[in-house]
């Protein structure tokens, strides 16, 4: 089974500084690799994916993650952050091999101030 | 398109009383899912349903039951509510594969006293 650890429970940033959220994976099968965002009272959605080639992948504002097969990791990052970043930001894996579900970590609320 | 969409928004219940959450869809998505979400708990699966007629267990499948209407709809249901049900629940649906992205609805804030 697969598991993900989000290392950082909350990380708090000054307005246009850079962040990296780090996010590590346990599998014994090659996995896909995604990030989810959560905007106060609202659902997820998307942010990026990992599926296969390029281990540098682009997402969805300027947010952008590395796959590192050799360290089990999936770290997000973004150089310059806006207050609207202020979310909480969910690592999700799920394992290639057949029909598999999601299993999120617990989640890292990035906190953003002026 | 609405996406997914899920009723109640808020409900609180008291222990041993029942309710079923409703959770749509208008995507044609195969896949739908039923997450509880705990603080610094992230979000655990309660149940899925792969394609329509198919119903499976995910990581926290006790004190819930299930039912996939038809393609769109996917309901989750309390028999016997218990304080430890205290969550918000959040539906969500995807095409069949894994690759694909999970579309997650607005979620309902449920209280059981």
């Known amino acids: 089974a697969q598991s993900v650890t989000q290392l950082d429970s909350q990380v708090p940033v000054f307005e246009e500084a850079p962040v990296e959220l780090r996010c590590n994976y346990s599998s014994s099968v090659s996995v896909y690799l995604f990030w989810y965002v959560q905007y106060p009272n609202q659902g997820l959605q998307l942010l990026l994916k990992?599926?296969?080639?390029?281990?540098l992948v682009k997402g969805i504002n300027g947010f952008e993650a590395e796959f590192n097969k050799s360290q089990t990791s999936f770290h997000l990052r973004k150089p310059s952050v806006h207050i609207s970043d202020t979310a909480e930001y969910f690592c999700?894996?799920?394992?290639?091999?057949?029909?598999?579900?999601?299993?999120f970590g617990k989640g890292t609320m990035l906190l953003v101030s002026p | 398109n609405a996406g997914v969409t899920q009723t109640p928004k808020f409900q609180v219940l008291k222990t041993g009383q029942s309710m079923t959450l409703q959770c749509a869809q208008d995507m044609n998505h195969n896949s739908m899912y039923w997450y509880r979400q705990d603080p610094g708990m992230g979000l655990r699966l309660i149940y899925y349903s792969a394609s329509e007629g198919t119903t499976d267990k995910g990581e926290v499948p006790n004190g819930y039951n299930v039912s996939r209407l038809n393609k769109r709809e996917f309901s989750l249901r309390l028999e016997s509510a218990a304080p430890s049900q205290t969550s918000v629940y959040f539906c969500?649906?995807?095409?069949?594969?894994?690759?694909?992205?999970?579309?997650f609805g607005p979620g309902t804030r449920l209280t059981v006293l």
């Open positions: 999700a894996v799920s394992e290639r091999a057949g029909y598999s579900t999601l299993t």
């Open positions: 969500a649906s995807s095409d069949v594969r894994t690759t694909d992205t999970q579309y």
């Open positions: 990992y599926l296969s080639g390029s281990t």
